[in-house]
Every structure is written in structure tokens, then in C-alpha cells.
């Protein structure tokens, strides 16, 4: 039995990759939607033939259960599931977290877990929830710790995860992290976070689940654990997750909510089913509305919806384009909007996953000036070599008296004309030029002229620009008229 990740495509810290779960395979970012045996508004063999490769359910609901707990240790999960992919379980911490307690131990969980067959079993880790203070955490922290070497030194050949706790402190987040890497599981779930994202705490997530990041391993697949909208996913691919489980498709059916990409709306209050799959193509929103089955079918659109948004997601990866549909994501609500920021607070360290060439950049606002590709490039522009006298022309007008003539594009700042048809100026589309974008393109005048220090630099740009160069690069020459 093993759990190997391979990374196929990358954009930010997203990846496009292939978990092996002992014979079987999962394409990764994926979505495991959750399953309640007792409650099955969508079977496993029909989210199945939606095209869900992974599902998890909880061996302590089975375990309780006097249905299903005889059946699950005789026939296994999946033919009770009636399910052929991948089955993961989680051991009760969830119901610990809601309940502050179970009736069952680490070990038992872990024995339950193998004898009903699950193929990615999860020790009985401690949830600490983000009000928790430090001392609560640091606790929490080192019982997770020891009950996560117990299960491997019980369960050696099991596929065990990691889970990587730690509450709001990002320190013991990446400690926990490390410990993970050390034991050299390769499937690590990031827990404890349904409350930040319930409460729309965007940034905190941000910061917990790259404190993490830096502790595991790159090789390590990493799973979001209750991570239910898809309106966070793209936030959550690009900071590097590539596993997610939901319920959220069957809670929001039963509460009447229909879930979109840009939130979720209530089906009392809509006029249209603004979505293409079959549920909202074969009806009206009042025949929805009057159905009998209306739980059954909103849950089918919610899981539809959840499904493309992650194919979205995949496709994105490969295209290069994971930025601009963060974006579009994060612009869905104020709250995402902070993560989104958040998270290219953190472009130094992301840029060095990122990949070096994409097919294209979309400037979409200032946030666009803190991508990774806009760092990178004002971190390599020193390498352009340059004469004694330089000018970088915002119209790409040379001028007698200079050795080298540089054109000018924003947000990245000044290039030679052989790199005019090479990523990023070469595939980037920008819309009429903003004070925020020409700052950014300052930026790289700066690192370039710093980067040769023994040449004087001059910019040449029209009137309406001239202010804004001469507070940005004021070591420079500014000409706003002809040369």
C-alpha cells in the first residue's frame, strides 16, 4: 500500500498532478465530496458517474452506526458505498471539534479505519479552533503530534495523512509541518479551518495554510479539510492545496441555497437558473422551486457547480491563466478580496514555484502589479545590458546621444526590443495606462538603474506622465517633450 503524488503542470503554487493511491489514481486539484451513509441525497455511484475520482466519509459515523457498522467491517466501504474510486475516512475529529468530545480512541479509530477498507485513514487529531490561545494550541499541537506517531508506528504500511494543525499561529503551523515531512507521509490535510472560512476569514487562511506549506514537503499532496465553496478554490489551488472535501453541496440543497462560482443564492428568490447543467437546463426556477425532489436536484446542481469549478481550476493550471481567475474569484466578495491581497503579499515566496513562462498576463486592476511574474521580471531586469547613457522611452521613440534606447511597458518596466515578442511583455494585454501600473513599471527602472550604477539613466514620456517619474525614479532625467 502507498500514497504517491506526481506534479504534471504548475502555475503560482497550484499544481496539476496525479495521486497514486495504491492502484488507483486521482487527477489533483480534485474535490471529494463528503458522504453521509444515512443521508444520501447523491449516491457515490451516481457522483461517480459525475466523474468524482475520491469521496470521504467518516469511519465514526460508521463506527456508531447500527446499520452500517456490521456490514462495513463484513462487505468494506466500497461496496457498501457502492463506490469503486478512492475512499478516504476521517476518524471523528470533526465530530470532536463540534462535540469537544467522541468515544473513541486514537488507536481504535485507526483499527476501524483499516478493517473497513479505507484506503487514506486519518489519526484522531486535535482541531484547536482559532480563538484558541497559544498555550491551548501548542498543547492541541503536541497531542496530534504523538497520536499521528502512534498511527505510524502501529500502521507502518497504512496510507496514512498528516494532518497539520497548529490553530491561527503560523509558526506552528509550519512546525507541525516539518514533523509531518519528517515521518515522510506523502498525503498531508491542513485542518481546523471551517471556522475561518465560515467566518469569511480570508487572510488568516491565507497565512495558515502557507505557514504549512513551508513545513511540508513540495512533494507532499495537500488536503484542505472542509474547504466547501467554490468560490475560494482558485484562492486555495494558487497558496498550493490540491485536495478538497465538501458537504456543502448537500447542506446548502437542504437550507434551499444554490450554489454559484460568485457565491450561493437563495432558490426562493430566484427568477433564473443561471447554469448550464442538466438540473437548471430541464427546468424552470419555479418548477425547481415546487418540485418534490427540490433537495435532491439542488444537490445535483451544487455538485455540478463544485465539479466544473475544479476542472475550471485544472485547466487554468495548464494555461497559465491561474492568476486572472483568482482574481475574477476573489472580486466575488470583500472578504476573498483580502485573501486574494493577502496572498500576493506572499509573491516572493510564491514566485519561486511559479512557472518562468505562461501564455499570457491580463492586467486586471493594481493587484495585477503584485503578481509573480511582475516580480520576477524587475528581479532579472539587472541582466539587460546597458551603455554609459540610457534612455527608456515610454512611446518607443529612440533619441540621438544615448547608447542604449529601451522601450517601456507596464507593469514591468523597461526592455529591449529583442524581448518585445517574449513572455511577460510579449503576451501580456493591458488596458489604458493607470498611475498604479506606470508605478509599477518605475519599479523596474529602479532595478534596472541600480543594477548599473555606473550609467546615467533618462525617461522620456509624455506630459501627463511626467510627475509621477520624477517621484519614482528621481535619480533619472525625465523628458516630457521631444529629445
Not at 149 to 168: C, K, T
Request: proline share 6%.
Amino acid at each position: 500500500m502507498a500514497i504517491t503524488f506526481e506534479v504534471l503542470h504548475k502555475d503560482i503554487a497550484g499544481r496539476v498532478g496525479r495521486l497514486r493511491v495504491n492502484e488507483k489514481t486521482v487527477r489533483t486539484p480534485a474535490l471529494l465530496p463528503v458522504v453521509n451513509p444515512h443521508l444520501p441525497l447523491i449516491t457515490p455511484r451516481e457522483m461517480q458517474e459525475m466523474g468524482v475520482e475520491a469521496l470521504i466519509t467518516n469511519a465514526y459515523i460508521f463506527r456508531r452506526s447500527t446499520e452500517y457498522h456490521d456490514r462495513a467491517l463484513e462487505e468494506g466501504l466500497h461496496k457498501v458505498l457502492d463506490f469503486d474510486g478512492v475512499v478516504m475516512t476521517d476518524s471523528g475529529s470533526f465530530q470532536l471539534s463540534v462535540y469537544g468530545e467522541v468515544e473513541v480512541s486514537n488507536q481504535e479509530t485507526l483499527e476501524f479505519q483499516q478493517a473497513i477498507g479505507s484506503e487514506i485513514i486519518v489519526p484522531l487529531d486535535i482541531p484547536t479552533p482559532p480563538d484558541a490561545g497559544r498555550e491551548r494550541a501548542e498543547r492541541e499541537l503536541a497531542v496530534t503530534m504523538e497520536r499521528l506517531r502512534e498511527a505510524r508506528e502501529l500502521f507502518p504500511d497504512a496510507n496514512l495523512a498528516g494532518p497539520v494543525q497548529g490553530g491561527i499561529f503560523p509558526d506552528l503551523r509550519e512546525e507541525a509541518g516539518r514533523a509531518v515531512q519528517d515521518l515522510d507521509l506523502a498525503f498531508a490535510p491542513i485542518g481546523a479551518v471551517v471556522p475561518l472560512m465560515e467566518n469569511y476569514r480570508y487572510r488568516d487562511l491565507v497565512e495558515v495554510v502557507l505557514a504549512a506549506k513551508r513545513g511540508l514537503s513540495p512533494a507532499t499532496a495537500v488536503h484542505l479539510f472542509g474547504a466547501g465553496h467554490p468560490s475560494m478554490f482558485a484562492l486555495a489551488v494558487a497558496m498550493g492545496c490540491d485536495l478538497f472535501d465538501s458537504a456543502a453541496y448537500a447542506l446548502f440543497a437542504r437550507e434551499g441555497r444554490y450554489i454559484t462560482t460568485h457565491g450561493s443564492l437563495k432558490i426562493d428568490e430566484l427568477a433564473e437558473l443561471p447554469c448550464p447543467c442538466r438540473v437548471c437546463r430541464s427546468m424552470t426556477a419555479d418548477e425547481l422551486r415546487a418540485s418534490g425532489d427540490r433537495e435532491r436536484l439542488l444537490a445535483l446542481h451544487n455538485l455540478h457547480v463544485s465539479l466544473a469549478e475544479i476542472a475550471r481550476i485544472r485547466q487554468a493550471i495548464q494555461d497559465g491563466t491561474l492568476w486572472e481567475l483568482v482574481d475574477e474569484r476573489c472580486r466575488s466578495h470583500p472578504r476573498l478580496l483580502d485573501g486574494y491581497r493577502e496572498l500576493l503579499a506572499h509573491a516572493a515566496d510564491l514566485e519561486r514555484d511559479d512557472a518562468v513562462s505562461k501564455r499570457r498576463f491580463f492586467y486586471r486592476g493594481s493587484e495585477s502589479c503584485r503578481r509573480t511574474e511582475v516580480l520576477r521580471f524587475h528581479e532579472v531586469i539587472g541582466r539587460i545590458p546597458v551603455g554609459e547613457r540610457v534612455l527608456v522611452s515610454f512611446d518607443a521613440q529612440g533619441a540621438p546621444g544615448f547608447d542604449t534606447v529601451l522601450n517601456f511597458k507596464p507593469p514591468f518596466g523597461p526592455y529591449p526590443t529583442e524581448l518585445a515578442e517574449t513572455f511577460p511583455v510579449g503576451q501580456s494585454e493591458v488596458p489604458e495606462w493607470d498611475d498604479d501600473m506606470v508605478r509599477s513599471g518605475c519599479a523596474g527602472i529602479r532595478a534596472l538603474m541600480e543594477a548599473h550604477p555606473e550609467s546615467r539613466f533618462a525617461v522620456r514620456c509624455g506630459e501627463a506622465w511626467a510627475r509621477l517619474v520624477h517621484e519614482e525614479v528621481p535619480d533619472a532625467e525625465v523628458y516630457h517633450e521631444q529629445v
